[in-house]
């Protein structure tokens, strides 16, 4: 398996002017990563940004191992379902410019009146299409657990088996998320289990239950929030977070001293035959120059330890 980093663990930075694309480059770098995620998510201009990127990884010699992308299937017009058909596209020319094989992609997430059931049919149609076009290509899509339509491993498992049944080919796999499968109520090794032989690509991240407050601010579901324009505030004092789907709140932290199980994750993962991009996510509410090379030390010990 190879140890990479998602530009999302540094969004804050981002956000407060702190980082930009090529300097999250030479950061993952730095700290010794084997390579890096990078997402449509933090392009201004990217006619010009994938350009300085793509540069920034020949000068530090690290390899883009996946280019994410937000879509969202769960659209009552065809017409919007079609330009979330286009984020795809736009991900596969991505992944083919900065010569990687992988793209994360979304299923959909639910929105007033939709059901589960409802977009299940559009979810279908919109990745088979997304698989058709990545396979023409030799790209692979890997299909996160994101949200409360998607979320749980036996859900992405379906869709996965759908789209293959429609498609003829395996263009279509997972994308287990550690940190998410909390937020859907499950155990994460457990729910690895169900996705691991999918697997292209793996998120991981980490959990804890949020403190008790004082307030009861709206918290947004499966969204990280920042409250302060200098910096995230500690858990101890955090209103944003996440919810799981029986209303518990949590709070990103580093990576080993949460609630997911590493090892078996990890062992899972194995034991599928994985070896691809196991991706740190970080989503804490601390510092992610400090937060994110203490949770790559800890997914490279484990790493080592399996191997």
Known sequence: MKLGISMYSYVAAVKDGRLDLPGFIRE?????????ELLDFFYNDADSERVIAKE????????????SIANNFAQIEAADRDAELKKIEFGIGEACYFGTDVVRVFAGDVSEGITFDDARSWIIEGLTKGANLAHERGVKLALENHGRLAGKGEQIRGLIDA???????DALGANP???NFILACQESHEAIKQVADYAYMVHFKDFAPAPARSTD???????????????APAPDDWEGGYRDLEDNRFYGTVVGEGMVDLAQCLQALKDAGFTGWVNLEWEG???????????????????????
Not at 56 to 67: A, D, I, Q
Not at 163 to 169: F, I, P, T
Not at 217 to 231: A, F, G, I, N, T
């Open 56 to 67: 920034t990884l020949e000068e530090t010699g690290l390899p883009c191992g996946v280019f």
């Open 28 to 36: 993952a770098k730095r700290i010794g990563a084997d390579g890096v």
């Open 285 to 307: 509410a601390g510092d992610p120059f400090v937060d994110v090379p203490k949770s790559l030390e800890y997914e490279r010990n484990f790493l080592s330890a399996l191997a």
């Open 163 to 169: 789209v293959r049944q429609n498609c003829g080919h």
């Open 177 to 179: 998320d550690t940190g």
């Open 217 to 231: 601010k709206q918290v947004e579901d499966y969204s990280y929030m920042l409250d302060s324009e200098d910096s």
